[in-house]
Each structure stands twice: as structure tokens, then as C-alpha cells.
């Protein structure tokens, strides 16, 4: 089955540090690109940081500095590690990942989400 699993949130008291890892089932070959995407309550979702197949990243203003996104194309995997946390990173984190890729042994353009990981950074 083709999908995206998550793993690493949980609950951390502010300037704590967590790690999330994400790692793409069903699929050979490596996404062009692999996202870590966050949802607060009342809020829209919005990117926190993203990372190209050839290693190049992007970040949110408000993570630059406190936020590692990195790969490991070996095991499909993305991760984010998050220090410094604050309050404000409350929020249900979720991996986005896009591309072509192998599904069997066909070339296909995917676009896929996780189901989402709860971070709340305790005050």
C-alpha cells in the first residue's frame, strides 16, 4: 500500500526537543520533494520546511534556526527535528511528499499526505 507513515510527536515542555519521521511505503526511487507541514486549531496549514530530492531545504521564517528537515534515501525517510520549541509549534504536523516514483514497476506522478502527528509544547 502506497502511503505515508508518521511518527515522533508527542507532548514537550517549551525549549524541549522532539524528532518526526516520516517514511514513504509502496513506492521505489526518491520523491522530488519531501515537506513537513503543521495545522493549529482555528489556523490554516502552512509549510514549516521542505527539502528536494538533491538536498537543497526551505523553512519558515518562524522555524529558520530552531528546525532540521533532513533525508535518508536509503530508508525513504523524512525527518524534522525540532529545538527550542515553543508554545506557539502546538499543532498537528503533517508529511507531504511529491514527485515521480515507482509503484511497482510503473513511473507515476503521487502526491501524498500523512495522517498527522500531534505536537503540544507545554508552557
Known amino acids: 500500500q502506497v502511503q505515508l507513515v508518521e511518527s515522533g510527536g508527542g507532548l514537550v515542555t517549551a525549549g524541549g526537543t522532539l524528532r518526526l519521521s516520516c517514511t514513504a511505503y509502496g513506492t521505489t526511487g526518491s520523491f522530488n520533494y519531501m515537506a513537513w507541514y503543521r495545522q493549529a486549531p482555528g489556523a490554516q496549514r502552512e509549510l514549516v520546511a521542505g527539502?528536494?530530492?538533491?538536498?537543497?531545504?526551505n523553512y519558515a521564517d518562524s522555524v529558520k534556526g530552531r528546525f532540521t528537515i533532513s533525508r535518508d534515501y536509503a530508508k525513504n525517510t523524512v525527518y524534522l527535528q525540532m529545538s527550542s520549541l515553543k508554545p506557539e509549534d502546538t499543532a498537528v504536523y503533517y508529511c507531504?511528499?511529491?514527485?515521480?516514483?515507482?509503484?511497482?514497476?510503473?513511473?507515476?506522478?503521487?502526491?501524498?499526505w500523512g495522517q498527522g502527528t500531534l505536537v503540544t509544547v507545554s508552557s
Open positions: 507531504n511528499a511529491k514527485g515521480f516514483v515507482f509503484v511497482s514497476t510503473t513511473s507515476r506522478w503521487l502526491e501524498l
Open positions: 527539502i528536494r530530492s538533491g538536498g537543497s531545504t
